[in-house]
């Protein structure tokens, strides 16, 4: 008996089963399709807040937590990110006739000197708000320590971004920090935040 090595059975598919393989293999696209544009509309999705007495309506991711606080108007976090944080937070200070953009920024740059640990201002540039007025942006940067007790010792790199504008007697600050690993993509919400701000 003489067996052929290296051969192989021929399968022949019926014209029903090839039907069914390829309707598999669209169901399964149509699926993944379906699902990846649920998850990006569930990622994108916004929510408002509105502070009449402040004067700002601003638009945030809605899976961000949202809070508010004496020491500034509201601040919104991604709670999702491990390590730091990524956060946009929205301030007002008095502004007399005569503060200046860089008086404000100096203030802050003092205060922040003694609470974060090494803190270093990178440098200014002027930022073009979406109603064509020009705001100046400060970029900074810190370490952060975790303050869990599993993660003790832990740290990160932050970088930071403020942006200021005086208007109506008040100095508006947007602060936005993110991890400095992800701070160039995170950069995209900033955008699309001052994109939805009214002020």
């Known amino acids: 008996m003489a067996f052929e090595t290296g051969a192989s059975p021929s399968v022949q598919f019926t014209p029903r089963q090839r039907w069914s393989v390829a309707m598999t293999y669209i169901v399964i696209a149509v699926g993944l399709a379906l699902g990846l544009n649920q998850r990006d509309r569930a990622l994108n999705r916004a929510s408002v807040y509105s502070n009449s007495e402040a004067g700002v309506t ?5 899976r961000w937590l949202l809070e508010e606080s004496p020491d500034f108007i509201f601040r919104a976090r991604d ?3 491990r390590g730091y944080h990524t956060s946009i937070e929205v301030s007002a200070l008095a502004a007399g006739p ?11 740059n003092l205060r922040r ?3 974060l640990v090494d803190y270093a201002v990178l440098g200014y540039e002027t930022y073009q708000l ?3 007025a020009e ?13 869990s007790p599993f993660l003790e010792g832990a740290s990160s790199v932050v970088r930071g971004l403020d942006i200021l ?4 007697g008040q100095a ?7 991890d400095a690993g992800v701070y160039d993509r995170e950069l995209e919400t900033l955008r699309w935040f001052i994109q939805g701000l009214e002020i």
Not at 135 to 147: D, G, P, Q
Not at 172 to 178: G, V
């Open 58 to 62: 601003a638009r945030y991711p809605a």
């Open 79 to 81: 709670m999702a990110h």
């Open 98 to 108: 005569d503060t200046s953009e860089r008086n404000v920024l100096d203030r802050l």
């Open 113 to 115: 000197a003694q609470s």
């Open 130 to 132: 979406p109603d064509a």
């Open 135 to 147: 705001a100046l942006a400060m970029a900074y940067s810190f370490v952060s320590r975790e303050s």
């Open 165 to 168: 504008t005086i208007s109506r």
């Open 172 to 178: 508006l600050i947007i602060s936005f920090r993110a």
